[in-house]
C-alpha cells in the first residue's frame, strides 16, 4: 500500500542510512552507494560527500540523484525520493557534527568528528529537492 506524504516524509526523517544512486560514466552502470542524510519533512535532503569522491563528480555531471531507505520491521517498508540537486556548499565541522549526531551516539560524535577531519579530507554539502517519489508498506510478510 502506497505511504501518505505525512507517512513517506516521517519516514525519511528517520535516521536510516541511504541508497544513493546517481548515473554512471559511459559503459557502467549506476554508481550505488550506502549515505548518511538529512532531511526534515516538507523541506529538501542533503548528503555529506568528499569534494574529489566519484559520487560527487557523477552528482555534478547528472544534476540530480535518487535516495532509496528500507526497512523490515515492523513492517515492511520503503521510500525512494529522486530530485535535482539545488545547491552546494562546502562541507564545515557543524555539518558534519550535524550529521554525525544524527546516526551516532552522543558520546561517539566528537570521535568520529575528529576521525573524519583527519581521513576524508575536503567535503561538500549536497542539496537536493525531492521531486518523484515512491513508497509502499508491504505490511508484515
Known amino acids: 500500500m502506497p505511504l501518505s506524504r505525512e507517512e513517506r516524509e516521517q519516514f525519511l526523517a528517520e535516521?536510516?542510512?541511504?541508497a544513493l544512486?546517481?548515473?554512471?560514466?559511459?559503459g557502467r552502470g549506476p554508481l550505488t552507494v550506502p549515505v548518511w542524510y538529512q532531511y526534515e519533512p516538507g523541506g529538501d535532503i542533503w548528503v555529506l560527500t568528499g569534494l574529489d569522491s566519484r559520487k560527487h563528480r557523477?552528482?555534478?555531471?547528472?544534476?540530480?540523484?535518487?535516495?532509496m531507505i528500507d526497512r523490515l520491521e515492523p513492517t515492511i517498508r520503503y521510500v525512494s525520493v529522486e530530485g535535482s540537486v539545488i545547491r552546494t556548499a562546502p562541507g564545515t565541522r557543524e555539518?558534519?557534527?550535524e550529521i554525525?549526531?544524527?546516526?551516532?551516539?552522543?558520546?561517539?560524535?566528537?570521535?568520529?568528528?575528529?576521525?573524519?577531519?583527519?581521513?576524508?579530507?575536503?567535503?561538500?554539502?549536497?542539496?537536493?529537492?525531492?521531486?518523484?517519489?515512491?513508497?509502499?508498506?508491504?505490511?508484515?510478510?
Open 58 to 67: 557523477l552528482i555534478e555531471t547528472a544534476g540530480r540523484f535518487t535516495l
Open 21 to 26: 544512486s546517481v548515473a554512471g560514466e559511459e
Open 15 to 18: 535516521p536510516h542510512v541511504a
Open 95 to 97: 555539518v558534519l557534527r
Open 100 to 141: 554525525a549526531a544524527r546516526y551516532l551516539p552522543a558520546e561517539k560524535v566528537d570521535e568520529y568528528v575528529e576521525f573524519a577531519e583527519k581521513n576524508h579530507g575536503e567535503s561538500i554539502v549536497i542539496h537536493m529537492h525531492p521531486e518523484h517519489w515512491v513508497s509502499s508498506d508491504l505490511g508484515s510478510l
